[in-house]
């Protein structure tokens, strides 16, 4: 969870985060300084030392706490509250809280606060503005890009950087200077909620665009400030038990720093992410906010990791009152702070760290709360908060929904789509589209997510994508999302339909957000985890019922996550996954049905044939699936299913076709030196298009179970013409075929296998064995 009170909005439980009359205690006199900090030093290390050093223990604990999502909608907020936090003494940091506010008018509150508590403050420090940034900023009048999902289809990492890069610019303008993303977990779960809000289930790629993040949010200015300070998560999450929010993560050492720190050690290695955030979940049953071992230790002591660690909302707390694993709440702050814990989210009657007040004579307590702020205070002068804290009110509107960040935004919608069937169908010709049924209950909504800003209206939907395109579209919801209301009624009418259009385009899933105020329409995203991966409602009944008219169905999917798809892999003619799409989906959507756009993303994550065939991820263990028929009379499977995927990781089709060919890979090197990866992509079909090449490597015989095979390269190429061919070179590091046991890296001098071609299944790559010496 990032803030509370959307999620509890968005899922209709809102019980007034904000109280409305709160006593209020005798605040500090005003100073009516107002004058910008002003630095002595120009080491910011010194400055801190120096500022520290004229604070009180209270004073430093204030650093740890966030005024939480203070704005309710119609940027109303309640002063007295704000005014009153934390007995006057303010916060470390403030968030806006409801994504439906417009941008320049919550920035313009906002500005206010942070003034007048800024005024107040002996010491002159600012609050710094901290906010989600998934699909972009989380206020109105941004630009509303796809979610994180639908972009990582794209496997288009130089595209996804200048996406950022405009959300950063966004956000900035908007006084944003502190953002709670990028995710690095992994989507290992697909009956998990958030999956959504994930790259995919690689760690390799989840790796790859989480460095694109962190490096574009924090593009540094001119006089080397960063513009906007990220904070990498949930440490460690993606993969609970059974899928369900917030549950135990499975594994030990091993599985920590080969699978789930993968990403981190990218990003570290790369970058330099201001903040991390610990996951609400335990790892071998202790709580991360409290894990000495595997937060503390490792962060602190190994991986030299100094920033920020920001707790996830309300996940001090939830030590009492969820994991039973503190006394009161006081034990929460103690041994949160123990673990190195830096900064608190949490509802103001809930927090741990205030708790930490009484403590002041404990000297190991001080000493953390020192330390805390002092991690604070950088990261406030590393953004140039503690001289420009406000938003820009006067140049904000040139910044947002600017040309470069909507040209931008339709690019990354145009390649986060992915063609999983189309049987001769697409692009449609004209007779098609003469006469277009659209069909479904996702059809005509924006369904961007649950942390995009979003008033439901700004945008285009499927079905205006489609109106966009045919001048004879008729529209039929054909069932509501999740339940059977109406049901025969709704889908006779979209037969008839159905009947009476040459296509049908049927779009169904799962939504992610609230849109129409129809809460119980909602089953995807934070806190909506599934039970299985089938449509909810009686939407594939709809669908079976369209694709018997005999009108040939093309079906577009929306929602954050994967479903299963059997019926609809034998009977509709084509399948789109469009994922979570912001406020282009339906013009890219008309651009691939036309033609005008050659479909090129990729799944990030694969799709099983049944929901319970799990796991489902490409790069599991030899041990862990079975094959069919395979010693089934000793261990009495039954039924025996197909354990491949439906659609696998990488996978995804054009209107094209490529050839990659002419693969060379160097055949014995040493355990210090590099591999050299070298082949020729040629579209061989009759339209451009772009083809994304990956390399996986597997090692014959490791100490410890390895994957059957790990992504360790890929590209993507250029729009290509009929004909034309292009050289792709990877340059694979040795290391970079290593492994860690116990805590510690090692390279075996063994055989590898270096797999090259267009998608994790065997079918589409060629093999090589690359030999290293000891
Ligand atoms: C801000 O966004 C709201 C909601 O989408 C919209 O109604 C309004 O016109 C926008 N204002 C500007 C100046 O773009
Ligand atoms: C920016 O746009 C908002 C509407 O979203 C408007 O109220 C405000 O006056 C504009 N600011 C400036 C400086 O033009
Ligand atoms: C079914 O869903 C629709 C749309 O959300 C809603 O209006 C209707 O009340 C629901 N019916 C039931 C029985 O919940
Ligand atoms: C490596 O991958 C190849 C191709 O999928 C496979 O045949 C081989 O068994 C794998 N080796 C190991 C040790 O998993
Ligand atoms: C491959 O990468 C390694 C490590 O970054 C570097 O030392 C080496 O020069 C590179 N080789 C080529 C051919 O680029």
Request: hydrophobic share 40%.
């Amino acid at each position: 969870m990032h803030f509370c009170p959307t999620v509890l909005l968005q899922a209709g439980l809102f019980v007034g985060f904000l109280q409305t009359s709160v006593a209020s205690p005798a605040l500090p006199e005003l100073q009516q300084r107002g004058t910008p900090y002003e630095r002595e030093t120009s080491s910011i290390a010194a400055e801190v030392d120096k500022l520290l050093s004229r604070m009180t223990f209270l004073e430093k604990l204030a650093q740890t706490r966030n005024i939480g999502g203070i704005l309710n909608p119609g940027v109303t907020y309640d002063e007295e509250f704000v005014e009153a936090f934390n007995n006057g003494l303010g916060g470390g940091s403030i968030s806006p809280g409801n994504y439906q506010n417009p941008g320049p008018a919550a920035a313009a509150v906002i500005n206010e606060v942070i003034t007048r508590h800024q005024r107040r403050d002996r010491n002159n420090i600012p609050m710094i503005v901290v906010a989600d940034s998934v699909n972009g900023v989380t206020l109105l009048n941004t630009t509303l890009f796809p979610a994180t999902l639908s972009m990582a289809q794209s496997w288009n990492i130089e595209l996804y950087s200048k996406v950022v890069d405009s959300m950063s610019k966004e956000n900035r303008a908007l006084g944003i200077h502190w953002v709670l993303s990028p995710e690095l977990d992994l989507a290992l779960e697909p009956r998990y909620g958030r999956v959504g809000e994930m790259y995919g289930e690689d760690k390799y790629l989840v790796g790859r665009f989480g460095v694109a993040y962190v490096k574009n949010m924090q593009a540094e200015d001119s006089q080397g400030y960063v513009r906007v300070a990220t904070t990498v998560k949930h440490w460690i999450f993606g993969n609970s038990l059974a899928g369900v929010n917030q549950a135990r993560l499975l594994g030990g050492v091993n599985d920590f720093y080969n699978l789930y720190i993968f990403p981190y050690l990218e990003v570290f290695r790369e970058t330099n992410p201001l903040s991390l955030m610990p996951s609400y979940s335990s790892f071998d049953n202790i709580p991360m906010t409290s894990n000495l071992e595997y937060t503390r230790d490792i962060l602190r002591n190994e991986l030299k990791f100094d920033r920020v660690i920001v707790s996830d909302y309300a996940a001090i707390p939830q030590l009492q009152n969820r994991q039973h694993t503190a006394k009161s709440l006081q034990d929460c702050g103690i041994k949160a702070i123990a673990a190195t814990i830096d900064h608190e989210l949490s509802p103001p009657e809930r927090s741990g760290m205030s708790t930490l007040a009484t403590l002041e004579k404990n000297p190991a307590i001080a000493k953390e709360v020192h330390e805390a702020a002092r991690r604070m205070l950088t990261l406030k002068f590393i953004t140039k908060t503690m001289e420009q804290p406000l938003a820009d009110l006067k140049n904000v509107n040139k910044t947002l929904r600017g040309e470069e960040a909507m040209k931008r935004n339709m690019d990354i919608t145009r390649e986060s789509m992915v063609l999983l069937k189309n049987d001769k169908i697409l692009p449609l010709s004209k007779s098609f589209l003469s006469k277009v049924a659209v069909i479904g209950p996702l059809a005509d909504i924006i369904n961007p997510g649950s942390y995009a800003a979003s008033d439901y209206s700004t945008g285009t939907t499927i079905l205006e994508g489609v109106q966009k395109i045919s001048p004879n579209v008729v529209f039929s919801r054909g069932c509501f999302r999740n339940n059977y209301t109406n049901f025969e009624q709704m889908r006779d009418e979209a037969v008839a339909n159905a009947r009476s259009a040459s296509v049908a385009i049927v779009a169904l899933g799962s939504v992610a957000a609230i849109v129409d105020g129809n809460v119980n329409d909602r089953t995807d995203g934070e806190a909506f985890d599934h039970a299985d991966l089938d449509f909810p409602g009686p939407q594939v009944e709809l669908l079976k019922a369209i694709v018997e008219t005999g009108t040939p169905v093309v079906m577009v999917i929306s929602g954050g996550q994967v479903f299963t798809l059997e019926y609809a892999a034998a009977n509709a003619k084509a399948i789109l996954h469009t994922f979570l799409q912001g406020e282009l989906g339906g013009d890219a959507l008309g651009e691939i049905l036309t033609g005008k756009t050659n479909p090129s993303g990729k799944l990030s994550v694969s799709i099983p044939r049944r929901s319970d065939i799990l796991p489902i991820y490409y790069n599991h263990m030899n041990t862990d699936r079975k094959e069919v028929g395979w010693q089934v009379t000793t261990d009495y499977q039954a039924p025996i299913v197909d354990r491949l995927p439906r659609y696998t990781f990488g996978y995804g089709l054009s209107y094209t076709t490529f050839s990659i060919s002419g693969v060379s890979v160097t055949g014995t090197v040493s355990k210090t030196g590099s591999i050299k990866v070298e082949a020729t992509v040629k579209n061989t079909g009759a339209v451009r298009g772009k083809e994304v090449v990956q390399v996986y490597f597997n090692q014959s015989a490791p100490e410890m179970e390895r994957p059957i095979k790990n992504l360790v390269r890929f590209t993507k190429t250029g729009d290509l013409a009929p004909g034309e061919s292009t050289q792709v070179n990877f340059n694979i590091t040795v290391d970079d075929l290593g492994y860690w046991i116990n805590g510690k890296k090692q390279v075996d001098a063994d055989t590898y296998g270096i797999m090259v071609g267009s998608s994790s299944d065997d079918a589409d790559l060629k093999f090589f064995n690359v030999i290293v010496q000891g």
